[in-house]
């Protein structure tokens, strides 16, 4: 499975969107984001697993990425100590998350003397047990500042490769990527690269909104397949001119992921037009509320235009939240008017064919 256009590192699942896996997702497809890179192990030892609960947090994150038509990639630190235990541990990791692809992070650790052999035996056995699961190496971006990284034991058994051209403490995106993609075009095995670009604060340096859209402009230029970020954790929403830099590029022909059914449903409210709203039903829907039952189509068109006219007219519908997948979601949601304000609005809804079969809500108005 090939990647490209926008995505994103998370480091700590917790510092990202409270760890709410919809909000994850949500927050994903609004950024037009095509894949997201998640940390699963660090050494021998899973990550993301919240030891004291005995929780993984992982899955609930993947799945609801991959509900959203989100290539869903893992990452790991590897150390090179225990090669054959960091593979064991990653195969596992990607096994059972049913991972699309996975990133090898490599750096100081592998540039002690006689690293190359462990990196041998660790991508070996990656490969061998994972044969079609694409593979990536995440380290420097300049090779010739790092000759004793096992470079090649690692690129060879690699899909992609993944430098960190970070610009701390400088403002030359462009000309540090163009190093770095002439730097390995000069090295055996040539792997298509896919850049990791700075949206975090370091030894109180922080790129600029400017520099970020360069770095993005300088990709799209070299024709390179994507990009990704580091990390969500301090971009999103501390960083946040950044994260909008990144969300707001367009990237070549990538197709904008469906808006969710929640999503189409506040977005026909805020049109005040019962009709499109009406639009998302079928034919034979149910709605129901504390009041009555209605059923059929025609009848739903009836009841939105009592809410949008009377009701609430000229109301600001805002989803606040939503979950769920298939044919079943549970939304929550907000709406300001001149004559009244909802702040408890909780729906469920039954999907048949991708239109609204049933749907059952709750609110109140007041002043």
Not at 181 to 195: A, D, K, M, S, W
Not at 226 to 240: E, I, Q
Request: with cysteine; net charge positive.
């Amino acid at each position: 499975m090939s990647i490209t256009g926008k995505g994103y590192y998370i480091w700590k699942i917790r510092q990202c969107e409270g760890g709410d896996a919809q909000a994850i997702a949500r927050t994903v497809r609004q950024a037009g984001l095509s894949y997201v890179l998640i940390k699963v192990a660090n050494g021998v030892s899973p990550y993301n697993y919240d030891w004291q609960h005995k929780i993984d947090m992982v899955p609930p994150v993947v799945q609801a990425l991959k509900a959203a038509g989100i290539q869903t990639w893992g990452w790991q630190y590897v150390y090179g100590n225990d090669p054959v235990g960091e593979a064991n541990i990653a195969i596992r990791r990607i096994s059972d998350l049913g991972l699309d692809g996975f990133a090898v992070n490599a750096e100081a650790e592998y540039k002690r003397p006689g690293k190359a052999q462990a990196a041998l035996t660790y991508m070996k056995r990656l490969r061998k047990a994972l044969p079609n699961t694409p593979l990536a190496l995440s380290s420097y971006r300049f090779p010739s500042y790092h000759p004793q990284l096992p470079w090649k034991e690692f690129l060879t058994y690699c899909d992609y490769n993944m430098p960190q051209v970070y610009w701390v403490h400088n403002t030359n995106p462009a000309s540090q990527l163009h190093k770095t993609v002439r730097e390995f075009q000069g090295r055996t095995p040539l792997r298509p690269i896919v850049p990791t670009g700075a949206t975090f604060s370091e030894h109180n340096w922080t790129p600029s909104e400017t520099e970020v859209l360069e770095f993005l402009n300088t990709a799209r230029s070299l024709n390179l397949p994507a990009v990704n970020f580091w990390s969500w954790d301090a971009a999103h929403p501390r960083l946040l001119g950044l994260w909008t830099v990144v969300a707001n590029f367009p990237w070549g022909d990538q197709p904008v992921p469906e808006p969710d059914i929640s999503e189409k449903l506040v977005a026909a409210l805020n049109t005040h037009d019962p009709d499109k709203v009406a639009a998302l039903y079928h034919q034979d829907a149910i709605h129901v509320n504390a009041v009555r039952t209605t059923i059929g189509r025609i009848n739903v068109r009836t009841w939105y235009a009592t809410l949008l006219q009377q009701v609430l007219p000229q109301a600001k519908f805002t989803l606040t939240g939503y979950s769920g997948n298939g044919n079943s979601r549970h939304l929550t949601w907000e709406a300001t008017s001149p004559v009244g304000n909802v702040r408890n609005g909780n729906d469920t809804i039954g999907l048949l064919d991708g239109k609204i079969q049933y749907h059952y809500t709750f609110f109140s108005v007041t002043p």
